[in-house]
C-alpha cells in the first residue's frame, strides 16, 4: 500500500530564504512522485513529477526535488523564497496509473 | 487548451436537502476523478471513472452519494440527502490515463457548506 507523510504542517520562510518542505513516502513499487501547489480557492496545479528517469527533477516556479530511495523521500526546494510561493504544497504518490495518495500538506507562509 | 471545468464554485443548502457537482474535464482525457477535500487536508478519492466505467469506488459513500459519467466525458457528483458532515470542498481531476500517464489536473472544485 501507499502512503505519503509531509512532515511539518506549516512552514515559514523570509523572503530570499530557502524553501525545504519535506515528503516521505512508502510504496511497495517503484513509485512516481509528485508536488502539487494550491492557491486559496483553486485546484490543485502540478508543480513536478518524478517518473524515474532522473533523481533531480526541475519543476516550475524555480523549484526543484530530489527522489532518494534510501531515505524514501521526495523533498521539494527553491533556493530563494518569493511572495508569490505563499501557498499550500501537497506530496502524492502513484504505484499505478489512476491510483494516487495525497499527503496532508504543508502551508508555506513568506515572510517580507 | 481549456482546463478541468467546475459548478457551481460555492453551494450553500440545508441539511437533508440534496445537491449536484458538475465537472467537464480535459478534452482527450479518458480518466476522471472526484475527490473530497477537508480544511488542512490533501484531497481523498471518493471514485474514480475509466471512460464511462466506474473503477473504483470503494470510498464513496454509497448510501447518500451517487455519481455518473454517461458518455464518458463529463460527470455529476450528487449527494441525497446532504449532512452537516459534508461540508468540504469537492474537486475534480482528470488524467489522460494508460501506463505512464499519472500526473492528473485538476479544476478550482466546488465548495459545499450544509447549514
Known amino acids: 500500500a501507499q502512503s505519503v507523510t509531509q512532515l511539518g504542517s506549516h512552514v515559514s520562510v523570509s523572503e530570499g530564504a530557502l524553501v525545504l518542505l519535506r515528503c516521505n513516502y512508502s510504496s511497495s513499487v517503484p513509485p512516481y512522485l509528485f508536488w502539487y501547489v494550491q492557491y486559496p480557492n483553486q485546484g490543485l496545479q502540478l508543480l513536478l513529477k518524478y517518473t524515474s528517469a532522473a533523481t533531480l527533477v526541475k519543476g516550475i516556479n524555480g523549484f526543484e526535488a530530489e527522489f532518494k530511495k534510501s531515505e524514501t523521500s521526495f523533498h521539494l526546494t527553491k533556493p530563494s523564497a518569493h511572495m508569490s510561493d505563499a501557498a499550500e504544497y501537497f506530496c502524492a504518490v502513484s504505484e499505478k496509473a489512476g491510483k494516487s495518495t495525497f499527503g496532508d500538506g504543508t502551508t508555506l507562509t513568506v515572510k517580507p | 487548451e481549456a482546463g478541468v471545468v467546475q459548478s457551481p464554485r460555492y453551494k450553500i443548502i440545508e441539511k437533508k436537502q440534496p445537491v449536484a457537482f458538475w465537472c467537464n474535464p480535459i478534452?482527450?482525457?479518458?480518466?476522471l476523478y472526484w475527490y473530497l477535500q477537508n480544511l488542512g487536508q490533501g484531497p481523498e478519492l471518493l471514485i474514480r471513472y475509466e471512460n464511462e466505467e466506474a473503477v473504483d469506488d470503494s470510498q464513496l459513500p454509497k448510501d447518500r452519494f451517487s455519481a455518473e459519467r454517461l458518455k464518458g466525458v463529463d460527470s455529476t457528483l450528487k449527494i441525497q440527502p446532504a449532512e452537516l458532515g459534508d461540508s468540504a470542498v469537492y474537486l475534480c481531476?482528470?488524467?489522460?490515463?494508460?501506463?505512464?500517464?499519472?500526473?492528473?489536473?485538476f479544476g478550482p472544485g466546488t465548495r459545499l457548506t450544509v447549514t
Open positions: 481531476a482528470s488524467s489522460l490515463g494508460g501506463q505512464g500517464n499519472h500526473e492528473q489536473y
Open positions: 478534452s482527450g482525457h479518458n480518466t
